[in-house]
């Protein structure tokens, strides 16, 4: 549950303007330029929801694997 919650926070930064995350992605999917601050930028507020989603993806495959007595 922690790791959902700080996911949120950083994932939803700034909350009164566009989210860090999502200007860096329209960034990078546009080709736009980009200074090292951003690829900072994107690292830090991308890094806890790749993890969350790796971890969801390998609960998954654990929960669908046959166990073995």
Do not use: C, N, Y
């Amino acid at each position: 549950m922690p790791l959902i919650a700080a996911t949120a926070v950083l994932a939803l930064s700034p909350p009164l303007a566009e989210p860090h995350l999502w200007q860096k992605l329209r960034m990078l999917a546009a080709g736009q330029e980009w200074r090292p601050l951003d690829l900072f930028d994107l690292a830090l507020h991308g890094i806890l929801p790749v993890i969350l989603l790796l971890k969801l993806l390998r609960r998954r495959a654990l929960a669908r694997a046959p166990r073995l007595h």
